[in-house]
């Protein structure tokens, strides 16, 4: 595994470890956690709330909502219900086929 150096642009590093197809494969599979927590986040601070007051409004505890937007946490589609409906919107899935590329690098 290749180590960072501290001057290295993060971009130039993340180009150099998507060339790795393992590498690039776990993060691809990581992505949907990552949209979740990027939309939560959005909408969080469009509304103009804290971390605390989206708890509050979903009926959690704060802890909850950062580990959330960390992505350490694996939501229960319940969960994320109760979050949009905390940021007064929806929440929205949808399953796509694989293009033949994406299939055809999945091992």
Do not use: W
């Not at 590498?23 to 990027?38: I, N, S, W």
């Not at 469009?46 to 007051?53: A, D, K, N, V």
């Not at 109760?82 to 690098?105: F, G, H, K, N, Y």
């Amino acid at each position: 595994m290749t180590r960072a150096r501290a001057s290295r642009p993060f971009k130039e590093y993340h180009e150099e470890q998507m060339r790795d197809p393992e590498f690039a494969a776990a993060y691809r599979a990581l992505e949907p956690e990552f949209q979740v927590a990027r939309e939560v986040i959005r909408l969080r601070l469009q509304r103009g709330l804290s971390q605390e007051e989206l708890a509050q409004r979903a009926g959690t505890g704060q802890p909850n909502i950062s580990r959330l937007e960390r992505a350490t946490i694996n939501p229960s589609l319940r969960f994320l219900c109760r979050i949009a409906s905390a940021l007064d919107a929806e929440v929205e899935i949808r399953l796509r086929p694989l293009e033949a590329t994406d299939s055809e690098q999945r091992v």
